[in-house]
């Protein structure tokens, strides 16, 4: 079965976010001033097959966990679809 | 009111990815051979405050429109929540 999934990578809460400053920054100097704060992640969309929901999901988290997502400073969460095709 | 906005931004289907092809490719060494395809895109999390979620959603596409997406390159969306706080 081929299935969907999208990863959501954060920066954790207590980790200074730079790029997220900056983009709030931007904002603000377009007028954007009700912006408090903006956090930049990342979005991996992953298309990829796998017996079932329960068998991709261990090999996804698996993948944050090796590559994807670096545990020191960042987050992880995703969510798995069947795939239309 | 406070509001909790997640915006997703990704390359258009129809440009090239050569980030989300690194990943494609690490996965595969790593030996997740049943990855078709990776493709990286941005999440931007904006707290901020709004009248509601309506006026809330049109300042948000303005600044997808005006900043956070290329739009030539990207698709955007995004999700809008009530803040706890």
């Given at each position: 079965m081929n299935f969907q999934v999208r990863v959501f990578v954060t920066p954790k809460p207590s980790i200074l976010d730079p790029q997220g400053k900056a983009v709030a920054n931007s904002l603000h100097s377009l007028?954007?001033?009700?912006?408090?704060e903006a956090r930049l992640g990342k979005l991996i969309e992953l298309r990829l097959g796998g017996a079932d929901r329960e068998a991709v999901s261990a090999r996804v988290d698996e993948m944050c966990r090796r590559?994807?997502?670096?545990?020191i400073i960042e987050d992880y969460r995703f969510e798995i679809e069947e795939a239309r095709s």
């Open positions: 007028g954007y001033d009700e912006v408090v590559l994807l997502a670096n545990q």
